[in-house]
Nanobody, 126 residues
Framework: QVQLVESGGGLVQAGGSLRLSCAVS????????MGWFRQAPEKEREFVAALSWSGARTSYADSVKGRFIISRDNAKNTGYLQMNSLKPEDTAVYFC???????????????????WGQGTQVTVSS
């Protein structure tokens, strides 16, 4: 079992920045791909970014490319999502997730992720 806990969400003005963290515990001896997803009210959960175990491979949704940066510190069992130039349309609950079946192949489908955090709210005011 793997447990994930997000933190760092909050209220920020448009153009501002936030950094989300995802603390991972449990079966952390195994390598895994880390992903970030978000879900706005009455919308489907959507892919934001993913990062391979080594950090060599990344994938971003077009809507966040150039503004968000995904990273991880495996020694601390923690992942991060740096969000810059935030827009009101970035408002959502953000979830981190772990794909424990892959270490190098980053995927954008939520169905490929095995473990999820409880989410953290990000609200961007205009």
């Amino acid at each position: 079992q793997v447990q994930l806990v997000e933190s760092g969400g909050g209220l920020v003005q448009a153009g501002g920045s936030l950094r989300l963290s995802c603390a991972v515990s449990g079966r952390t001896s195994s390598s895994y791909v880390m992903g970030w997803f978000r879900q706005a009210p009455e919308k489907e959960r959507e892919f934001v970014a993913a990062l391979s175990w080594s950090g060599a491979r990344t994938s971003y949704a077009d809507s966040v490319k150039g503004r968000f940066i995904i990273s991880r510190d495996n020694a601390k069992n923690t992942g991060y999502l740096q969000m810059n130039s935030l827009k009101p349309e970035d408002t959502a609950v953000y979830f981190c997730a772990a794909d424990v079946h892959h270490a190098r192949v980053v995927r954008a489908s939520k169905d490929d992720y095995d473990y999820w955090g409880q989410g953290t709210q990000v609200t961007v005011s205009s």
